[in-house]
T-cell receptor, first 108, second 114 residues
């Protein structure tokens, strides 16, 4: 089993739609969690950290469920500019592990 | 703002060559990482380093070595490049003390081995 698993998609949604991604992780000792965004042929960039109580940043909401070992990302009112690959990142002790990414395309 | 700089954006090397990929960060971060990214496989950890002269193998260290002689610099070495090492290589750093600190990436080196 992979340490971090994501649905690869692709997710094709119209502008204005709400879309949600999930990510599961296997190491229960994982300490911190992040969502990154990666545009084609570019490096990943931090979208948001994920806190135990859940957190929101504008149209983006992240949730953590430690009991079930998954994190989620919700994007509301999708924009064309949200088209990218979204990577879930988990920090087991001492290193950082990435999911393979979920590809999102927002269409007009 | 954290800056992680990778020495080359694009690199073309021949099979059997020894290849050095350099990464420098300017934020005094203890932890540094080397990943490779391939379509459908995501980012895979090659090596990481907690601090100067310290290194740990990641998931796919075979065919690679690393060097961390100074805190700001983490080098990835392909001892004898092979075509299956054609990939995008990403360096990243983060502070060692704060467990909830994210990774900061360089802009990547796209290596082609012919």
């Amino acid at each position: 089993r992979k340490e971090v698993e994501q649905d690869p998609g692709p997710f094709n949604v119209p502008e204005g739609a709400t879309v949600a991604f999930n990510c599961t992780y296997s190491n229960s000792a994982s300490q911190s969690f992040f969502w990154y965004r990666q545009d084609c042929r570019k490096e990943p960039k931090l979208l948001m950290s994920v806190y135990s109580s859940g957190n929101e940043d504008g149209r983006f909401t992240a949730q953590l469920n430690r009991a079930s070992q998954y994190i989620s990302l919700l994007i509301r009112d999708s924009k064309l500019s949200d088209s990218a690959t979204y990577l879930c990142v988990v920090n087991p002790p001492n290193d950082m592990r990435f999911g393979a990414g979920t590809r999102l395309t927002v269409k007009p | 703002d954290v800056k992680v700089t990778q020495s080359s954006r694009y690199l073309v090397k021949r099979t059997g060559e020894k290849v050095f990929l350099e990464c420098v960060q300017d934020m005094d971060h203890e932890n540094m990482f080397w990943y490779r990214q391939d379509p459908g496989l995501g980012l895979r950890l090659i090596y990481f380093s907690y601090d100067v002269k310290m290194k740990e193998k990641g998931d796919i260290p075979e065919g690679y070595s690393v060097s961390r002689e100074k805190k700001e610099r983490f080098s990835l070495i392909l001892e004898s490049a092979s075509t299956n090492q054609t990939s995008m290589y990403l360096c990243a750093s983060r502070p060692g003390t704060a467990y909830n600190s994210p990774l900061h990436f360089g802009n990547g080196t796209r290596l082609t081995v012919t």
